[in-house]
């Protein structure tokens, strides 16, 4: 599904997109998915957790801060929606920084069937099997699109590995997206952001390689817009809720300013 | 007491508002409590939430993000406010999307006294025992005056309905208010916020629907003058903070923007 | 280390700075440690909050919500710092509050070597065995200068005192600090953030009194550039933001803005 075709259904059917996400950016991505048209929640207590899930469109499980509660809450959440069979998106946010961190997505991975992946290059890499630094959350560098290729190949999903250049693929097919502003790497939480919306577009749309590179390059978009008027980093992120929100709101004019490529898998 | 005067209080007197509430609209909740003239604390362990509650001149509990040590705290800290005379503020998110959500607000209010209780209509007829959609944490509609009402007697407290119109009643008198904007509906946490008013005001003038009706009012207006600065959902946020702290710093031409108005039970 | 020499160095290294921090200001915590160059991460499991310590440059411990299981992590975390020589900085918000604020802080210091400790008056003066009035997580006073002497003799430690002006003690020098601006005020999480920006300062130059001046005074700038294009105290904290990222881009005339002195220890 196309980017202005996922908006218009967001904005027509409001789907529920539920999130099992970090502390430090979780107001970012509760406004980010409102401002795609999705309604946010957020809801970890084992005692509703899977009946939230039942009732949402799209589950996003974000590593950001991990602890033993929260990983339960994120495998009975999983299950859950891939029994009800809605699609699961997982950021493994500083996948490998730590041996919790290299466990705890194995962990997920084998308990989960994801619909999509969403990191950054190291973090793929990480779950690529791949040698790569991250250091603390942040990546370190890492070929994308190797490691893309190989992480969607070894877990069934479509993976995307986010940065100036986002790579996407499920194995197969690889897509690039161009889309995108310096200032995304300023502010905390523009990963989890565009995994937010990777996951309200798969509450509409699903998690093919298509759909998901619709989703990245809407929201880069949305950072250029964003920086036209921002000062600095502080600024730049109310500015990219409200580029958000615009495109949403009228998606008419999007498709052509998307920079999104087939590319050899190679 | 009128918003005017609710917020010449605030300004005097700082009082502490305790809030008990959910990590994604917290940060929102802390400085639209500041910015009325309140000094906002969170403190939620069981080690010191009665102690912080009794220091407080109000307590305002949001079922946000519910888990058991959290709601044991909400139990704690309203059951010493009541003792110390503190008037305490519910706000029911998500009352009734799961059956925890159902049971929670009813343990909640059988073993705390409410002096107010803030939702949306649908979060509201929940409570009253009568039919809703909430989907999440977002009502879909619900007959907000009946419900208050409703709610109103059953609870024996004053009950607020927030909308595009909100309802407030304790029972015998129902109030309308007309203020607010529709972006304020476009941001995580207006809810969440406008309560927080509530609950500051509750702090320096009780919860007599006068005193909830003139804290969703003047938070309404303060919505307005926001609206007219924004370019979106983004950039409303930080001037709806704008707008209330200069209200509260300047309160002498607020009444005659309000627009309350005492409705028929009927 | 100066305030230019330490931001370049921040720009240069991009060291990580590990946070144990409250849910209310994370964010904020987390884009001014961005802001200034250092790569923040937050990571409180007791699985892994010992490995992330060991790969940080400094670590920042933050008392704003408190319960069990954080403390046992900040401990964890501090002790596993020291082992590693990784500066600590505390910020001990709410000291003396309640019961449980007077104990943890206690604890914390028996158990872990802070570097520094940047509060607020009446925090430090709780610290120092002086009487103070804290309401909530505000200080109401207390006599700034006498207090960070009389606890950094007390704890071995660099002392900050933020407020109007801020006081810096080891407890043989005083600095004082004259920047900043009132609006700093009236935000939630100034406090917080002003030691975040002392404890990146530390991740590359070490806790001297000279070092967390020259944070204090950095950040104090960055409110006093924000504050010209701020309509209150909604839109000052993303131009905080915005000015922060500026200088740490641009620090060369930074330094003669800096209103640092030395003071009598008397």
Redesign the interface.
């Known amino acids: 599904m196309n980017a202005s075709e996922a908006l218009r259904k967001l904005g027509e059917e409001r789907p529920?997109v539920?999130h099992l996400t970090?502390?430090?950016?979780?107001?970012?991505v509760?406004?980010v998915t409102?401002?795609t048209g999705a309604?946010?929640?957020?809801?970890?207590?084992v005692?509703?957790v899977e009946?939230?899930a039942a009732?949402?469109s799209a589950l996003v499980i974000n590593m950001?801060?991990?602890?033993?509660p929260w990983i339960e809450a994120m495998i009975r959440g999983g299950k859950e929606a891939n029994r009800c069979g809605i699609p699961v998106i997982l950021d493994p946010v500083?996948a490998g920084?730590?041996?919790?961190?290299a466990e705890t997505p194995e962990k997920l991975l084998s308990e989960i069937d994801f619909a999509a992946i969403c990191g950054n290059a190291g973090e793929i890499s990480t779950l690529a099997g791949l040698d790569a630094e991250v250091?603390?959350?942040?990546s370190i560098g890492g070929d994308a699109k190797t490691a893309v290729v190989k992480a969607a190949r070894r877990l069934g999903a479509t993976v995307a590995a986010t940065g100036p250049t986002d790579h996407i693929s499920d194995g197969e097919r690889l897509l690039t997206v161009e889309n995108g502003h310096p200032l995304m790497g300023?502010?905390?939480?523009s990963g989890c952001a565009s995994t937010a919306v990777a996951g309200c577009f798969a509450a509409v749309g699903g998690a093919s390689p298509e759909t998901v590179a619709a989703a990245l390059a809407c929201f880069g978009r949305a950072g250029e817009i964003a920086a036209e008027?921002?000062?600095?980093?502080?600024?730049f992120?109310?500015?990219?809720?409200?580029?958000l929100?615009?495109l949403a709101r009228d998606p008419s004019a999007l498709e052509d300013e998307l920079r999104i490529r087939e590319a050899s898998v190679g």
């Open positions: 529920l539920h970090n502390y430090v950016t979780v107001n970012l509760a406004n409102l401002s309604l946010p929640v957020m809801a970890h207590a005692e509703e009946e939230m009732t949402a950001g801060t991990l602890d033993p500083g920084a730590t041996r919790f961190r250091r603390g959350v942040e300023r502010i905390v939480g008027k921002a000062d600095g980093p502080g600024t992120e109310p500015r990219l809720l409200d580029a929100a615009a």
